[in-house]
């Protein structure tokens, strides 16, 4: 098994889908895949990306917001304690959070520099990673474009968002109509999976 006093990079995934993707960004998965803590209900994937040695977790099934991202975060700290970089991945309330080291905002111009004056991949990449499995392709693959619905654009909303999802149709409705906001993802016929792969 590897030893957990080896990882400096933490990715915190919040649904499972993100999990797979970030599963497909490895190099590399390291012995002791699926590493499970000792002092948390974790379930840990240990790997490679470049030189860095990284693991990813993810929320228990149906938990979403901030306890579970704290819970999470506290029990992969605790079992692998050399984390220096930890990116969470979807949907999580961070406005209190400190802001990201130096040293990985300078990276992230380093990209948006590069990415300006050279373009990006992204699409290639995703398409090989695809191309390379076809179960991923059900449901990590562009939606036909048929299948999206389009809302006018001539129209300014405030735009709400949680750190919780909000599955309640009428609920929704009645609390953007009280606020005069429209709530940030759809609970109700609108709502679809196919997509979702795709985004994360």
Not at 3 to 20: F, M, Q, R, S, W
Not at 143 to 154: F, I, K, M, N, V
């Amino acid at each position: 098994m590897s030893d957990p006093n080896n990882y400096t990079v933490g990715l915190i995934c919040a649904i499972t889908k993100e999990y797979v993707t970030a599963r497909t960004v490895l190099e590399e998965e390291r012995p002791g895949s699926d590493y499970v803590s000792l002092h948390g209900h974790d379930n840990y994937t240990l790997g490679r990306i470049r030189q860095h040695k990284s693991v990813i977790a993810v929320f228990p099934e149906s938990e979403d917001g901030t306890d579970p991202a704290a819970v999470v975060t506290r029990d992969l700290l605790h079992t692998f304690t050399d984390i220096q970089i930890g990116l969470k991945l979807g949907v999580g309330g961070d406005k209190d959070l400190e802001s990201p080291p130096t040293f990985l905002q300078t990276a992230v111009s380093g990209l948006k520099a590069r990415h300006e004056a050279q373009g990006h991949s992204f699409s290639a990449l995703v398409n090989e990673v695809l191309f390379q499995s076809t179960r991923l392709k059900k449901d990590f693959c562009r939606p036909d474009q048929s299948s999206g619905q389009l809302y006018r654009s001539d129209v300014l909303w405030l735009i709400a968002s949680a750190n919780r999802l909000m599955e309640d149709a009428q609920i929704r409705d009645i609390v953007a109509l009280k606020n005069g906001i429209l709530i940030c993802g759809y609970p109700d016929s609108h709502k679809t999976k196919n997509g979702r792969g795709m985004l994360c």
